[in-house]
């Protein structure tokens, strides 16, 4: 280390021109790095989605769930599958540990799906995502009709597969954009039932004709001479007009041979799907749309490249059809916000951390030279992140913020030091070295400790490890490139700049605050004085404080919450409504909510209530859904109550409206107490889901701001006409089951033929009648059915017909039928009281008591909660024990660090101090972000405590001092650059707790943590350092001076070892 020193003293312009080169590598990084609200947090989820148009959830459980589940479940990896089952799709997810290799997880996947059999004929092909149904959309978007313009959204289904899902799904950085609305084109063949009997046909023959009807295969290659020509068949290719003359069936009648055409017993029309919601944006009719990003993209750049194609739609396509397709959700708005305010507390930090050293050294010299550690660390911090593929972020920021503290520390010791040499006679060049080389260990020492306590951090194998990661990478790598600069650039600077300290001899004073310090200074020693030469004194100060930290750390202690939420400019809300409503009775529940919503953007200025910017909702068939956005983002939250309110208030229908959270847009965000009700069957769980529901209500009620949902839903249960047809009879009348069923449906919802392509989309042939016959449920008996024989049998005759109750949602968890209320907890209670209060009132005595093999199991946050915390513990007792490991490398003592260590208990009491006193002010939890707070003051807290053992230890080994007085002199040398380095520290933090805005929740805790802990124990490590050190140094004995260290720093440079 000697020779690195040296060497920057003498190659000065070299030292310069390596700073230039980290300023601008990483600035040039920088333009690399994504940008992003959060750290990527990695989700190891695959799903899988299977669609089948018109089945039941029942169905589509036993016909594809199961199928899929029994080829999947055993996939090596696999954490917990979980299925959901709606009318007309299936969703398994597969959840996979922490690290898991997904790439290599998705080939083992799409192997066990190829074989997967049995799947229905009607279902497609199950499709793999990545991402899951929880994930967020960083925008969403509605298409509108634009003033004047009189169109239909409705039949713009086609139109929007084409012009705006296709091209928006080929953007750099988007997965997924999904869409509300918009039926597409269909072709309906309507049976003339009666002409149908007549010409002896029956509903299946005519649906397989048409199947079958056309084909184009490729058939190979010709070669000819030097000519190659493919061949293919082609058969029929479809439109309405060539549908007629599909050839149904050949016969032959009076000896001729005669074709029954489709036109002989249908009519074949083009039309629209009826839609299967209503939406809306500002009270005008909508088509909606979610947008959702790929992994580790730039949020910021890919939603530029969203927005440049909506202009160039707007500009265009859309334009000449009278559409505008506007951005009602963009999550960039927020992170520019959240990431502004963090460049600015990191600039404002910087000042304040500058204006206390110049009130320290009151010299412009010494304090700029110092000052050049905080660009050249912070910058420097840019290359790594790029290197490692991290992002920039709210997170990430944050740790620079709390970095440009930290990383003048070393430099403000090694200055300091230099300074105090030189002005004690020694030269200026001789002082740089010997300044630089007396302190580098304890440099060294405390930039390790700070680093190693995250080293657990990063071995987390949690989702809050991976937040954590990205703070910890930023501060260490910071710290690290801080303690280089104090030993190389520092010491070359100082030799150029501070050759004449009389001009510094003579600094301003600044009455109050010099008095002040001096005052303290002689306080400190002469307690100094008096509790070296006494042993039971000092021991008995050393224990109140301990004893006094220990008592206060566990009476202030806050409950836990799990992360905080954030506050993002928009609330969304789910609406559950009586069993089996239909789209058109759900839309007078959302349009309850849009009518308060309505005066909020209209009128503009509201009384009491925030402007509404943008309202939308979307309703179909059993629920719907709504968003919102005021102009004034601060004021978001109050819209909560007003959405909800008067959906509750109308019978049967519920509300659960939240504001987005930053982690995942799951039912109750970070907050979110999911209570998973398990049993073998619906009707085994369903009394049980129902009493839990009601408990969990009584426990936390709505009117005390907590809200309480089922999923599925109480309602999500729908009146089911169940036939069942007689075996028997079906033989005498020679009909099958598929026929007779075929039959049915023909005459209700029609049945999907076959889809064909048609004018660049996919359109749907739907076999129907020309009359329904099924405007009653009394009529459904009525409906006929072709025979063998080709007269006409009843359904009635043929079946029983009865009217049982249907889920619209089935939710399977390892094979077990699972019910899950989800619980979302008012700010005022933390997410740690309300889950003991769960397991003790609710969980551990329904366990207890169930014998019908139905069991409560917690789950979301509250899961999360637990292991968080159960890992963070571990995490810090691992860090200490690290940092009590090096330091004994460093001291050579297994004694020493114990005193070092002392200082931990005390800051955290420091720590949780600083967050009651700011409860008091602002609502701050105790969160696992803030609870990173108090490890980073593990590795922090000790760096003064290190200072003075290290000067003690110097005085001792090279000055030849006694124990007692090197304890003093340390503590006289020491009391300066510590307070010097703890102010700069403290100040730097002092932007981050202060102001508030967006992002701010994410590392204000983690700010006060570290600033009450680091400001409590730097008073108090001068008054049990002291004593502690005079009863281990007893058995020191003063020591000759290690070599004349006086005439080796008169020496000149290039003769010293």
Do not use: C
């Amino acid at each position: 280390m000697s020779s690195l020193i040296r060497g920057a003293i003498t190659h000065p312009i070299a030292v310069l021109a390596i700073v230039l080169s980290m300023i601008l590598f990483g600035v040039a990084s920088l333009q690399t790095i994504p940008i992003q609200m959060t750290p990527d947090i990695d989700k190891p989820v695959l799903q899988v989605r299977v669609s089948w148009p018109g089945a039941s959830p029942k169905d589509v459980e036993q016909e594809v769930v199961l199928r899929l589940e029994r080829e999947l479940t055993g996939l090596p990896g696999v954490q917990s599958v979980i299925s959901d089952s709606r009318r007309g799709r299936a969703r398994v997810t597969l959840t996979y540990g922490v690290g898991q290799d997904m790439d290599a997880a998705l080939i083992k996947l799409l192997g066990q799906l190829a074989k997967v059999s049995g799947l229905p004929n009607d279902a497609k092909s199950p499709e793999v995502r990545t991402s899951n149904s929880e994930d967020s959309p960083i925008a969403r978007m509605a298409l509108i009709a634009r003033d004047g313009v009189n169109i239909d959204i409705d039949t713009l289904g086609g139109f929007v597969d084409t012009v705006i899902l296709e091209p928006f799904s080929r953007i750099a950085g988007i997965s997924e954009v999904t869409s509300w609305g918009g039926a597409k084109q269909e072709i309906r063949i309507a049976l003339d039932m009666d002409r149908v009997v007549d010409f002896g046909l029956s509903v299946s023959e005519i649906a397989d004709a048409i199947r079958t009807s056309s084909s184009q295969v490729t058939a190979g290659d010709i070669t000819e001479g030097n000519r190659s020509f493919t061949l293919r068949t082609e058969a029929i290719s479809y439109t309405p007009e060539t549908a007629k003359e599909l050839v149904v069936r050949t016969e032959l009648r009076d000896g001729k041979v005669f074709n029954v055409k489709l036109s002989d017993v249908a009519n074949v029309e083009r039309g629209y799907k009826t839609p299967d919601s209503f939406r809306r944006l500002n009270g005008m009719h909508a088509i909606t749309f979610a947008v959702f990003r790929e992994p580790a993209t730039n949020v910021v750049t890919t939603l530029e490249g969203l927005k440049q194609e909506v202009d160039a739609l707007n500009a265009g396509i859309l334009a000449e059809r009278g559409l505008d397709l506007r951005i009602v959700y963009d999550e960039t708005v927020y992170i520019g916000t959240a990431l502004e305010l963090v460049r600015s507390n990191i600039m404002i930090g910087g000042i304040l951390s500058i204006a206390v050293l110049l009130i320290f050294l009151r010299a412009l010299a010494p304090t700029a030279i110092v000052m050049i550690a905080i660009p050249v660390s912070v910058i420097s911090t840019f290359v790594v992140i790029a290197g490692l593929g991290l992002s920039i972020n709210v997170i990430s920021l944050a740790g620079l913020a709390f970095a440009v503290g930290m990383v003048v520390d070393a430099s403000i010791v090694s200055l300091e030091n230099i300074f105090r040499l030189k002005q004690s006679g020694v030269k200026a060049t001789q002082a740089a070295y010997w300044g630089a080389r007396q302190v580098w260990s304890p440099i060294l020492g405390s930039a390790l400790t700070t680093v190693v306590v995250f080293i657990p951090i990063l071995l987390l194998d949690l989702p809050i490890g991976q937040l954590f990661r990205d703070i910890a990478i930023a501060i260490s790598v910071s710290v690290i490139v801080s303690v280089i600069i104090s030993i190389t650039v520092i010491p070359a600077l100082a030799s150029q700049f501070i050759k004449d300290t009389k001009r510094f001899d003579q600094q301003i004073r600044i009455p109050v605050i010099d008095t002040l310090a001096t005052g303290f200074k002689r306080l400190v020693l002469a307690y100094g004085h008096k509790i070296v030469k006494s042993t039971w004194l000092g021991l008995l100060v050393v224990f109140a404080l301990i004893a006094g930290s220990l008592v206060a750390l566990v009476m202030m202690m806050l409950p836990l919450d799990y992360l905080p939420d954030g506050n993002r400019n928009f609330v969304f809300g789910r609406i559950s409504v009586p069993p089996g409503y239909t789209r058109e009775a759900t839309l007078s529940f959302a349009q309850s909510m849009e009518d308060v919503a309505r005066p909020l953007w209209e009128k503009p200025n509201p009384e009491k209530l925030p402007r509404i910017d943008r309202f939308f909702f979307v309703a179909y068939n059993g629920g719907a859904f709504a968003g919102a956005a005021t102009e004034d983002a601060g004021r978001i939250r109050e819209l909560i109550p007003v959405l909800a309110e008067p959906v509750s208030k109308a019978p049967g229908a519920r509300a659960f409206v939240t504001q987005a959270s930053l982690f995942g847009r799951s039912v109750g965000g970070s907050r979110g107490i999911l209570i998973d009700v398990l049993g073998p069957d619906y009707e085994t769980v369903e009394p049980a889901f129902r009493l839990i529901r009601r408990q969990v209500g009584e426990l936390f009620p709505r009117k005390a701001g907590h809200q309480v949902r089922v999923r599925p839903s109480e309602n999500a249960v729908s009146p089911e006409l169940v036939v069942r047809p007689n075996p028997d009879a079906l033989a005498r009348a020679g009909v099958s089951a598929r026929d007779f069923a075929q039959s049915l449906d023909v005459y209700n919802d029609g049945i999907l033929v076959r889809e064909i392509p048609l004018g660049g989309e996919l359109v749907e042939l739907i076999l129907t009648t020309q009359t329904r016959e099924t405007a009653k449920i009394e009529d459904i008996e009525d409906i006929p059915v072709i025979a063998r024989d080709g007269s006409l049998v009843k359904v009635g005759q043929l079946a029983e017909l009865s009217i049982e109750s249907a889920p619209n949602q089935l939710l399977r968890r390892a094979g077990r039928r699972v019910v899950t209320i989800q619980l979302r907890l008012d700010e005022s209670i933390p997410l740690e009281t309300a889950i003991a209060e769960i397991n003790s009132k609710v969980v551990v005595p329904f366990n207890l008591n169930s014998k019908d093999g139905v069991r409560l199991e917690l789950s979301g946050a509250a899961d999360d909660l637990s292991k968080a915390w159960d890992a963070v513990q571990a995490n810090v007792i691992l860090a200490i024990a690290v940092i009590y490991l090096l330091l004994v490398v460093l001291l050579r003592s297994f004694a020493l660090p114990v005193i070092i260590l002392i200082t931990v208990p005390i800051a955290a009491t420091g720590g949780v101090l600083g967050l009651v006193l700011l409860n008091l002010i602002v609502d701050q939890p105790l969160d696992m972000l803030t609870m990173l707070g108090f490890i980073i003051l593990t590795g922090v807290v000790v760096n003064n405590a290190i200072l003075m053992v290290e000067q003690t230890l110097w005085h001792i080994q090279h000055d030849g001092m006694r124990s007692a007085d090197a304890i003093l002199e340390a503590t006289s040398n020491r009391i300066r650059p510590i307070f010097m380095s703890t102010l700069t520290s403290l100040f730097g933090l002092l932007p981050l707790i202060v102001f508030p805005g967006a992002g701010s929740e994410l590392y204000r805790g983690i700010g006060i943590v570290v600033f009450g802990g680091l400001l409590l124990s730097t008073v108090l490590v001068l008054f049990f350092i002291p004593p502690l050190m005079a009863v281990l140094m007893r058995r020191f004995r003063p020591q000759a001076p290690i070599g004349d260290v006086t005439k080796e720093m008169t020496t000149p440079l290039s003769q010293t070892a």
